[in-house]
């Protein structure tokens, strides 16, 4: 048998200086409970907010600029280095790495990796492309990959939908909602995420009660 419901219009201010029509929200109320239909509008009305999380893949852009100058900075005090036009030069999250020959490169990688782990930075994040080389002059690519695209959205959605946990998953731009009516359900989501294969990085921030 459906469960009756009505639908309520509550007002809830007006506008700027008391001129105009008040702005209405509606809010469905199901067997006597009020269901959320925004985060705002229920805090207004006093109804309790499911509890959830959100899943990002962020990046610092000033930890990764602090790498890339600790990384250059190394490069002068080294010997094997000098006099060789070796850099590090960061455009957005991508860092190319310039020396003159392809060995150079591997030694360069490896002092980027680890100026950027001191920074906090999960080397996850990084793409490192194919060196290019030429007869005076090699450089490479490495790409610091970050945000939830579509692919990686959905693949993180049907993940928690395939485990049948308790909570639920919606894609929202460039981050993951995961919400759940227990906070343990909310943990083993999030237990569940960091031992997934995802090329990127994950982060789990903006927790409600």
Not at 89 to 96: D, G, I, K, Q, Y
Request: glycine share 6%.
């Amino acid at each position: 048998m459906a469960v009756p419901s009505r639908v309520t219009t509550i007002p809830l201010e007006r506008q700027a200086g008391g001129c105009g029509p008040s702005r209405l929200s509606v809010v469905r109320v199901v067997a006597g409970r009020e269901l959320r239909h925004n985060q705002s509008i229920a805090a207004a009305l006093g109804v309790a907010v499911m509890p959830s999380f959100d899943v990002v893949s962020e990046l610092n852009a000033h930890e990764v600029a602090n790498a890339v100058d600790q990384a250059n900075r190394e490069l002068t005090q080294r010997f094997d280095f000098k006099d060789t036009g070796a850099r590090f030069e960061l455009e957005e999250f991508s860092v190319t790495l310039r020396a003159q020959v392809d060995f150079q490169l591997q030694q360069m990688l490896e002092i980027l990796k680890l100026r950027l782990s001191k920074r906090g930075i999960d080397l996850a994040c990084l793409d490192v492309q194919e060196p290019q080389t030429t007869l005076s002059a090699a450089h490479q690519q490495v790409v610091l990959k970050h945000g939830i695209d579509q692919e990686t959205g959905k693949q993180l959605t049907r993940l928690i939908k395939d485990s049948k946990l308790r909570v639920q998953a919606s894609l929202q731009g460039e981050k993951v909602r995961v919400t759940g009516k227990q906070r343990d359900d909310l943990q083993a989501a999030i237990k569940l995420l960091r031992g997934a294969k995802i090329e990127v990085p994950l982060q789990f921030n903006n927790f409600r009660d």
